[in-house]
């Protein structure tokens, strides 16, 4: 045996030893299960019927409640925001949605071609399976995906018809409604950073750069945070009714104070008009 035989008789040997070590290929006995029995294997595939219809009642990401109070929540500050958001949610559904369809189409044409041929490969049939059940069990996510979509648009025209917002608003009405947002976004922060005992700079940084005096408007918010356990020493139980009126009072003493940061900036407006998307006169 020439030295070239020899070295790849020993690297072959070698391979499998270390096969033998790294894996438990070569243990037969590791082919069969230790505890599940006939009798196990039966008692669970009769609950899958179970959980193939249970499932598809919650195998989206999130539940209708979730959504509505939970992610909606989130960006409250004005009703266009949560209109924005429902949108968001959308279009990232909707994309997600195209790309489960276009992967089903692609190997379901390539069942089709496996499914014409004469003659399978092992590899091939295989294959083929494994496209059977793909297809089967995208059933139960597209599905879901449609659903999250269809409780999304009756959330969006719910918004519009209790805020007396216009079906065809546009990117005007929205920057309408922004300064409100950071004002209320600014004051529910603040009022986060106080619950702490805090003066947050993230929370300071907002505040001058929409033209308010952090100490003033912390003041507010001590005030605030002091009538409300007054009236609970009192017996009294506020309600999340007190947040929301707190939030519009402080929208009204500070909804003009952007003008001066945007007068110390040199800034003549806040939005160019004919820059914005406009759907009505």
């Not at 500050?77 to 429902?86: A, E, F, K, M, S």
């Not at 597209?142 to 999304?152: P, V, W």
């Not at 007190?242 to 939030?247: A, G, I, L, N, Q």
Request: proline share 2%; net charge negative; hydrophobic share 35%.
């Amino acid at each position: 045996m020439d030295k070239g035989n020899k070295m790849t008789k020993d690297l072959v040997i070698t391979g499998n030893q270390i096969s033998s070590i790294i894996s438990k290929a070569g243990d037969i006995k590791d082919l069969t299960f230790k505890t599940i029995d006939e009798k196990a294997l039966t008692e669970i595939e009769s609950f899958m019927p179970v959980v193939n219809r249970k499932v598809k009642a919650f195998n989206k990401q999130n539940s209708q409640t979730t959504s509505s109070l939970m992610s909606l929540n989130m960006v409250d500050t004005t009703p266009y925001r949560v209109l924005r958001q429902i949108l968001a949610q959308v279009e990232k559904k909707r994309g997600a949605l195209k790309e489960t369809l276009y992967k089903l189409e692609r190997k379901k044409l390539l069942y089709t071609e496996l499914n014409n041929k004469e003659e399978l490969l092992p590899l091939e049939e295989l294959k083929m399976k494994k496209i059977q059940c793909d297809v089967i069990d995208s059933q139960g996510h597209i599905e879901s995906a449609l659903k999250e979509l269809g409780g999304l648009k009756r959330r969006y025209f719910e918004i519009l018809k209790n805020k007396d917002i216009p079906e065809d608003w546009d990117e005007q009405d929205f920057e309408g409604e922004e300064i409100k947002h950071h004002i209320t976004s600014i004051f529910r922060n603040a009022l986060r950073d106080r619950m702490q005992g805090s003066h947050n700079m993230g929370t300071l940084e907002y505040m001058h750069q929409f033209g308010i005096n952090g100490v003033t408007a912390y003041a507010f918010v001590d005030d605030y945070l002091r009538q409300v356990r007054e009236s609970i020493s009192n017996g009294n139980a506020p309600s999340i009714d007190t947040e929301y009126e707190f939030f519009d009072k402080m929208y009204d003493i500070f909804k003009d104070e952007h003008k001066k940061a945007m007068d110390r900036l040199g800034l003549d407006n806040i939005t160019f008009s004919d820059f914005l998307m406009k759907d009505h006169d």
